[in-house]
């Protein structure tokens, strides 16, 4: 069992020794410097990890406030996405993981992709992730903008009406611009597709 695993079991324990800020008789609030642990299965597996410079925990809703926070989601021993905040919640004993302000998400391949908005929503036992607000997905070959978007696990983002979409040109200059409806974009095979409600309007370009 590593070090990271034995902090997230006796972290309550620990903080009631810490001199907290008593809120009332039972609600206990402490305050953590250079927060940074990993979170498993029930399995064993290496699910995502987080830092954060500043943080507290609250005892009674055992739940995480956290500033600045950056989270590492794993697929095994690599990490599959990184996404940063202004700021964090962690609920329902590391479940629920809530991000808002200047959301941040990356891939890790050569030619990066990048997924903004303005808040970010994972339920654990869920394997897709929800961002609201302002989403621009952007990366070398197209730019992508909506109000609302999911991360699916099988790495197509799906973004909601309205969309709209650039397409660069091999000078990473935008060529043309186009709305649409629901768009769908593969991260594996670098593709984004288009339909249209009545399901007689499709396409799908490939870069």
Known sequence: ??????????LP???????PNVIDENKVIQKIDSLDMTIFSKSGDKIYSITSPNSSYDNI?????????????LNGKETKYIISSEESTLSDNNKLLKMK?????????????FLNADNFIWD?????YLLEGNIRFENQNIILNSGKAILGADN??????PVKYVIKDENNENKYEINSENAFYNLDTESVSFEAKDKRVKSIIYF
């Open 61 to 73: 809703e055992l739940k995480f406030e956290l500033k600045s926070p950056i989270i590492n989601i």
């Open 101 to 113: 302000g200047n959301v941040k998400l990356k891939t890790l391949k050569k030619n990066e992709d």
């Open 1 to 10: 069992m590593s070090k990271n695993y034995r902090l997230i079991i006796f």
């Open 124 to 128: 654990i036992e869920n394997t897709n």
């Open 156 to 161: 197509i983002i799906e973004f909601f009406n």
């Open 13 to 19: 324990l620990f903080m009631l020794g810490c001199a």
